[in-house]
């Protein structure tokens, strides 16, 4: 089903991960390097031969961690109240400011609107856009998607043990918040003077999730080798690959997102103005660091509450994988978030491909580290996800074929 090598694949998508990584560095989102990698994206399609390439603009809040950084804000402003007066409005306004921080929490976890996001200005970003045609009549589409950007490189990144540290912190954090409103709240129609002591008892603990927020943005932007210049790369070498042997029925989209580090504001504004148009029916294949580790795909995606794949999309990367029994593959959740995760909220057939460092292999991730750098990559990891996914592309041009109508009707209505 796949061609023998991917060898010039491979090499296309090293000298893109280069460009990306070196030339222009840490691309954080909003700035002008995103914009310069964007440009460079848009140039290379032209030189590959796709068409109707096109930026389109949209704003986001330039920061993950400014909405994060609101909500402990508020919630410790409202300790501090109880902390200099305990009356009972003083416990009341406490309340509101620690339900406030629950919900802006929750919210930006789920990408979700929220008084941090109405409060916060936005900046100007864009996704890089264009289209493969299919060789025949289109009976089915495909959305490569990558994202452009590179994430901040805070302290609680820099190692597996800080990483582990500071999720379990936030979570209590996060906790803190909630048992916060649920004390005051009580003590509202209890009279419970004492709540004044747990207020004492949780304040350093939301103190040191806003501490953390606030130390990242002063943080240099990842050189982002792995994260994301690798699924960039390899999205422009499989366009590459496509402009040379398109796919007889499947209509391949490109789309590579700004924004997606401070919370997938680039691929909701690509969903929301393209998604309609390509159908129910697309599937959505997320290239994310796609270079360092065994090959993975997600079964579910999100920061707290995990996303399930969907099961048309876990169908085909399952199939996918018995046709490359010679490469490893696993699939699991995922530890954070990626692009898929707007997609499968909207109901829509989104995959992740990922690498992953095999545990006791000596590997590290460099994830969200200055140590993210084209010297870390893998050629062979790369080229196994370039298998995957162009194996991924055969199957559903495959499938459109086999469940074509007679009449030769297509998308294009035709």
Not at 245 to 250: I, N
């Amino acid at each position: 089903m796949q061609p023998a090598s991917f060898s010039e694949d491979v090499q296309q998508a090293l000298q893109h991960v280069h460009y990306l990584s070196q030339a222009i560095g840490g691309r954080g989102s909003c700035t002008a390097q995103e914009r310069r990698a964007g440009e460079y994206a848009a140039e290379q399609m032209r030189q590959i031969g796709v068409k109707e390439i096109r930026a389109e603009p949209f704003t986001a809040i330039p920061s993950t961690y400014w909405g994060y950084a609101l909500s402990f804000a508020a919630a410790s402003t409202g300790l501090l109240i109880v902390l200099l007066s305990d009356g009972l409005g003083e416990r009341v306004l406490a309340a509101l400011l620690s339900l406030a921080g629950v919900w802006g929490f929750l919210a930006e976890t789920e990408f979700a609107p929220s008084w941090t996001r109405w409060a916060l200005s936005r900046k100007e970003s864009q996704n890089i856009c264009g289209v493969i045609p299919a060789e025949k009549d289109v009976w089915s589409r495909v959305v490569l998607c990558a994202h452009l950007d590179t994430h901040r490189t805070p302290i609680f990144y820099s190692s597996e043990v800080w990483y582990a540290a500071f999720t379990a912190l936030v979570a209590l954090s996060f906790l803190s918040m909630a048992v916060g409103a649920t004390v005051l709240g009580l003590s509202i129609f209890l009279d419970w003077t004492s709540a004044r002591w747990v207020c004492l008892g949780l304040l350093p603990v939301q103190l040191f999730g806003l501490a953390m927020c606030l130390h990242a943005d002063f943080t240099p932007y990842s050189p982002g080798a792995n994260d994301n210049a690798s699924g960039v790369g390899a999205a422009l070498a499989l366009a590459r690959r496509l402009r040379r042997k398109p796919l007889k029925h499947t209509e391949v989209h490109l789309a590579l997102t700004g924004c997606e580090e401070v919370g997938d504001w680039g691929i909701a504004a690509y969903l929301d103005q393209n998604a309609e148009k390509l159908g129910k029916d697309a599937v959505y294949i997320i290239l994310d660091e796609v270079g360092l580790g065994d090959l993975k795909y997600l079964t579910a995606d999100g920061l707290i509450f995990k996303h399930k794949t969907h099961p048309r999309a876990l169908e085909l990367a399952r199939q996918a994988k018995r046709a490359l029994a010679e490469v490893k593959i696993v699939e699991g959740v995922g530890l954070a978030y990626t692009d898929a995760l707007q997609a499968t909220k909207r109901g829509l057939m989104a995959l992740t491909i990922c690498t992953v460092p095999a545990p006791k292999s000596g590997s590290v991730t460099h994830w969200h580290r200055m140590t993210d750098t084209l010297e870390t990559l893998s050629a062979k990891d790369l080229e196994n996800t370039l298998r995957f996914a162009w194996t991924l592309l055969q199957l559903v041009d495959q499938r459109a074929a086999e469940a074509a109508s007679p009449s030769g009707v297509n998308l294009n209505g035709q």
